[in-house]
């Protein structure tokens, strides 16, 4: 049974006897902030944006199970980059199907900029995805212009007034959907002097009409190399009034501490046998399930892993052999027009294939193919790259998907075909 009153971020009295752990899946972001700056290999910087290592999704379970094993009191599993978790929807959902079904008791959350969760909702609950937490710096489209140098949604970006008012829209409708299905909603402000600092209650006001049921507001880190580099960091004077102003709209959270993407142990005091875990899993090959010997993969010409999987009439299988990779077989694809039924046969049909390589993949085919124990990997670049990722744990390296498809990861995956 899964208790939420074990949430050290949401419960100040679980703080100091409960563990969590941010799984570092998340490495590309979808929106630029001008106060945020994603660095790896850096174990010596703390606050958001920050990891040492980016991991798999079986590689983030398997590092899992050697935390719980070293700290039993880990009771929350977390997605918050280094990026952003729904600019990876498919690295973050494998992710929590794969943790859910090893650990049915785990509080599992999820930090995001709110941009592209509304697709997601349905599984998240399903999931039982208990806490998510969205970043919103104003509602104001004139002053969110100036946090944010870019937005990019559907493969088309945006800046200024215009990229504003699409973050904003996007952000009041994910916070509805999760607040449909009773899901905990945290609004996490940075607090950035001379840019929003005057408007916090008036965003705390609002966060509780929406229906959010904390704020955390968080002082600006100004980061070298950002925009905001030059700004002042708010005084702790200056935040304690701006709590307690929030308090008089929303239950403020007074214990952040401002953690890395790839955060473990009790919060504030991460455990530091934990970055020796991380990379060795991070450099270790997952094994894999032998009785699913083969990969599927979407391709035009059986050369490149660059077709849609809505496009896909048929699916190219392949096998490693002593002698190199082979392909099996040309499996036909079940019939499009068929709605979320294609998708639940075709998960069928692959039940002897470990991964599925996809130019691009909608959010319901993601979540239903993903049921079946499936790997996804979306990529572009020559299938023996996708094959020596999955098969021998290289490192994948592919071309940016918007710069090849025309149809891309946002496609709906309605089962109707793309035309």
Not at 6 to 20: E, L, M, Q, T, V
Not at 195 to 221: F, R, V, W
Not at 383 to 412: M, P
Request: net charge neutral; proline share 6%.
């Amino acid at each position: 049974m899964i208790d939420i009153e074990k949430h050290p971020c949401f419960s100040i009295d679980a703080k100091g006897k409960y563990a969590r752990v941010h799984l570092p899946v998340a490495p590309k972001c979808n929106i630029q902030c001008n106060y945020c700056k994603r660095d790896y290999d850096c174990v010596n910087e703390s606050r958001p944006g920050v990891t040492s290592k980016v991991l798999s999704p079986e590689q983030a379970l398997t590092y899992l199970v050697k935390l719980k094993e070293k700290m039993p009191h880990l009771s929350v599993v977390g997605i918050a980059g280094p990026g952003d978790p729904f600019a990876n929807p498919v690295e973050t959902m494998t992710t929590l199907r794969l943790i859910r079904k090893e650990f049915p008791e785990m509080i599992l959350c999820l930090s995001s900029n709110g941009l592209n969760v509304a697709p997601y909702v349905d599984e998240l609950a399903e999931l039982k995805v208990s806490h998510v937490t969205i970043t919103m710096n104003a509602f104001d489209p004139d002053v969110t212009k100036s946090i944010y140098k870019w937005v990019r949604l559907d493969k088309r970006g945006y800046v200024g007034v215009e990229g504003a008012k699409v973050l904003l829209e996007k952000q009041l409708e994910a916070i509805k959907l999760l607040k449909k299905y009773n899901i905990t909603v945290k609004i996490n402000t940075i607090v950035i002097p001379g840019i929003n600092d005057h408007l916090i209650g008036d965003i705390a006001k609002q966060a509780k009409e929406l229906g959010a049921d904390l704020m955390n507001t968080i002082p600006l880190y100004p980061v070298e190399g950002t925009p905001f580099e030059d700004l002042t960091e708010p005084s702790p004077a200056m935040m304690k009034l701006i709590r307690a102003d929030i308090a008089k709209y929303i239950k403020p959270m007074t214990h952040c501490a401002r953690c890395r993407a790839d955060a473990v142990g009790l919060l504030g005091k991460d455990d530091p046998e934990a970055a020796k875990i991380l990379n060795d899993v991070a450099t270790m090959s997952v094994t894999a399930d032998e009785s699913r010997p083969h990969i599927a993969v979407a391709s035009h010409e059986g050369l490149l892993v660059n077709q849609h999987l809505g496009e896909a009439d048929y699916l190219y299988i392949y096998k490693e052999t002593p002698s190199g990779y082979r392909m099996v077989e040309k499996r036909r694809t079940p019939p499009s027009g068929t709605g979320n039924v294609r998708w639940e046969a075709l998960g069928k049909a692959l039940n002897d294939c470990r991964a599925l390589l996809v130019g691009g993949i909608g959010p319901s085919p993601s979540s239903i193919i993903g049921r079946s124990g499936i790997q996804i990997v979306e990529m572009t670049g020559l299938i023996d790259d996708g094959l020596d990722a999955i098969y021998k744990g290289k490192q994948l390296k592919t071309v940016k998907k918007a710069d090849v498809f025309r149809c891309g990861a946002e496609c709906s995956g309605s089962g109707t075909g793309c035309g």
